[in-house]
């Protein structure tokens, strides 16, 4: 059994030895103040940040996958990210994904073991036919997970770019990839525990990656997430509010706009701007890769 006692995330934090003996309200400011810990960890590391976005935006751009693995929290937080783009960026399921240790059950209770072979996450790799165009994106807080190991080191042998993240120094025997983000957040408020800073750090390290690489592809016009379909009603309202803020037409005509959009708002947006048709819209928007700016630019 291999002794995990020296890695960052696995030893005792000074300021909270006496925890059991706090107040609750000294318990929440020690929280607080190791959760700004996290935040700073992760700016710490922000030019890893951007090479796994570029790594990122290429492959979707060639036609690529982004495939998190991850095991407990780590992978949790890869599901919940891949989870989240086709309803804020319209994606298909298939381009951001993610795979947790144990499968769809340790999604909602723990699959304890299910960690520990680095063979299931290379068979995983080869299931999922990785390739070339794709990108896997190993997670692991304390940066031994032999599932993550596995997966990544099959994924580059399989010719994927391949990413790292985790929360601990550089243990023995980790596989070689492409980048290695590290926001070394130290250790927990409750030892052991990388649910908490370690886990804020890994959601906004993904939260990254994806958000900026969705910018980059056209997802997002402004500061708007202008690439979804207006399917439900807050979507709906939302839609509206958004092509009123972008061409400065009233709720009725933006209402009228999206009906003939089929929902979608860039489709809309382009409509209203060059006066013309949801066909000629969407043809427009095909030839500027989906970018709105561009789209409506007049020549």
Do not use: W
């Amino acid at each position: 059994m291999q002794d995990r006692g020296h890695i960052l995330t696995e030893q005792r934090l000074p300021e909270s030895m006496n925890l059991d003996a706090m107040s609750v309200a000294e318990a929440v400011a020690l929280m607080s103040e190791q959760n700004r810990v996290a935040v700073e960890a992760v700016a710490a590391v922000e030019p890893a940040i951007v090479a796994a976005v570029a790594l990122v935006v290429a492959s979707q751009r060639a036609g690529g996958r982004l495939i998190y693995f991850g095991a407990g929290t780590s992978g949790r937080l890869g599901v919940l990210d891949a989870s989240e783009c086709p309803p804020t960026f319209r994606t298909d399921p298939e381009q951001v994904q993610g795979v947790i240790a144990g499968g769809e059950a340790a999604m909602f209770r723990s699959q304890e073991g299910a960690d520990d072979s680095a063979d299931d996450g290379a068979r995983i790799v080869n299931e999922k036919a990785v390739g070339p165009r794709d990108v896997v994106f190993g997670i692991a807080a304390g940066g031994t997970t032999p599932f993550v190991h596995g997966a990544l080191r099959r994924a580059a042998e399989r010719g994927a770019k391949t990413v790292f993240l985790s929360c601990a120094q550089a243990v023995p025997n980790e596989p070689t990839v492409d980048v290695v983000i590290r926001p070394l957040t130290g250790p927990e408020v409750i030892t052991g525990s990388t649910r908490l800073k370690a886990g804020t750090a890994t959601k906004l390290v993904l939260n990254a990656v994806t958000s900026i690489a969705m910018v980059q592809l056209g997802k997002v016009h402004e500061n708007l997430m202008v690439d979804f379909r207006a399917s439900n009603a807050k979507l709906r309202d939302r839609a509206v509010r958004f092509v009123c803020a972008l061409t400065g037409v009233d709720r009725k005509t933006a209402e009228s706009l999206l009906q003939r959009a089929d929902g979608h708002v860039k489709v809309a947006v382009v409509m209203q701007r060059l006066n013309v048709s949801a066909e000629v819209a969407r043809e427009r928007l095909g030839a500027t890769n989906g970018r709105l700016r561009t789209a409506v630019a007049r020549p």
